[in-house]
């Protein structure tokens, strides 16, 4: 059982958008939990593995981070990872069309585990899921209809952006530097820790939800 479960599609999503939230949660005496509904194997390789190897390697570098960041329960499903819609060059592992958006199963493979893990709250990718990412937009979906009843859902969402924040964590140092460090395990997405990085460094260290029916913005934690 745990008490907050962070569901994403790709490994390196919990880092980039509630790696801050799992730390603070652990410290506050919750157990905290990642579920990913793919291996990740659409994303680069850099030439680290061969394009076959992709998934095992990702979900190595998931197993590491998931250590610093000191889940209680991780596991990484093997539903399709689609492409980005504007996928940019370089070698990459192989997607398969569509991705999670032609895998309506996959809700019931999430609620199965929120029987069975008991979380009071899921995080996930909003419903625009952020970036427009195919797989992000299935995921909060298949989210939002597999809680019903069972969890109260969360967003991680971007500071401004269509969905407000409504609960803003400033992470203290050594969550950063930790948070930090489980960003680097995901060797292979390096160009996307990268970017992420250049275009919204504010985010390394300030992580924005929104808590449906909420209302206002509060400095600090919704559990």
């Known amino acids: 059982m745990v008490d907050l479960l962070v569901v994403v599609p790709h490994p390196d999503d919990e ?20 579920l990913t509904l793919t291996r990740g194997e659409a994303g680069r390789t850099l030439g680290l593995c061969p394009p076959e190897a992709l998934p095992q390697v990702r ?54 585990r929120l029987f069975r893990l008991k979380p009071r709250f ?18 909060s979906r298949y989210v939002r209809e597999a809680a019903q009843d069972l969890a109260q859902v969360v967003y991680f969402v971007r500071p401004e952006g269509p969905f407000p924040v409504t609960h803003r964590l400033r992470l203290p140092e050594w969550a950063l530097a930790r948070k930090l460090k489980a960003l680097a395990q995901h ?32 400095e600090g934690p919704w559990w």
């Open 15 to 34: 880092t980039f958008g509630a790696g801050g939230a799992l730390l603070l949660a652990k410290e506050a005496g919750l157990r905290t939990g990642i």
């Open 59 to 112: 979900l190595q570098e998931l197993q590491r981070a998931a250590e610093i960041l000191e889940v209680d329960f991780l596991e990484a499903l093997a539903f399709p990872n689609a492409l980005p819609q504007k996928a940019e060059g370089g070698p990459r592992g192989r997607a398969t069309e569509r991705g999670l958006a032609d895998h309506p199963e996959a809700k019931e493979a999430i609620r199965e």
């Open 122 to 139: 899921v995080l996930t990718f909003p419903p625009d899921g952020i970036n427009g990412h195919p797989d992000h937009v299935a995921a």
């Open 187 to 218: 060797r292979t997405q390096a160009l996307s820790v990268l970017a992420f990085m250049e275009r919204h460094p504010e985010r390394l260290w300030t992580e924005t939800f929104h808590l449906p029916l909420a209302e206002g913005t509060r």
